[in-house]
Structures are given as C-alpha cells and as structure tokens.
C-alpha cells in the first residue's frame, strides 16, 4: 500500500532529478558545455537503476525518510 509519505518521496525524488537537469542545461549554456556531463550521469543512473534497484537520491531519501516505504533499497522483492 502506497502511503502519502511514499507518495511525497517520489515525488520528491522526481523534483532532486529534474532540478539535476535544468542545473545542468543551464550550466552548460551560461558556463561552459562539459556541464552536460552532470546531465549525462544522471540519465545514465536513471537507466542503470531499475536493472540494479540502486538509485542514489532514493539512497538518501530513505535514509532521510524511515517511517516511508524504503524505494529501490537494492533488496530482492
């Protein structure tokens, strides 16, 4: 059962992504282009994440967040 707890994790989670992205876009426009690079880590992790049920923000945020349902822990279901 989904809690509003694990709801707002997610969404959460979704939010730290995308801000990753923007930062990165923004970055790589105004600074320099190897900004990308940030971009491209983190879309290499969020591919990488449902084969290896790892996902550092997720790491975190259930660490940050123990009375939620823990999310991609890296445990077998």
């Known amino acids: 059962m989904t809690t509003n707890r694990t709801k707002s994790k997610i969404r959460l989670h979704d939010a730290i992504v995308g801000i990753l992205y923007g930062v990165s876009v923004l970055l790589a426009f105004q600074v320099n282009m190897q900004w ?7 879309a290499v992790l969020q591919i990488i994440s449902p ?27």
């Open 36 to 42: 990308l690079y940030l971009a491209a880590g983190v």
């Open 51 to 77: 084969v290896t049920k790892f996902c550092p923000v997720y790491f975190v945020l259930n660490k940050m967040m123990p009375d939620s349902d823990p999310i991609q822990d890296g445990k077998s279901e």
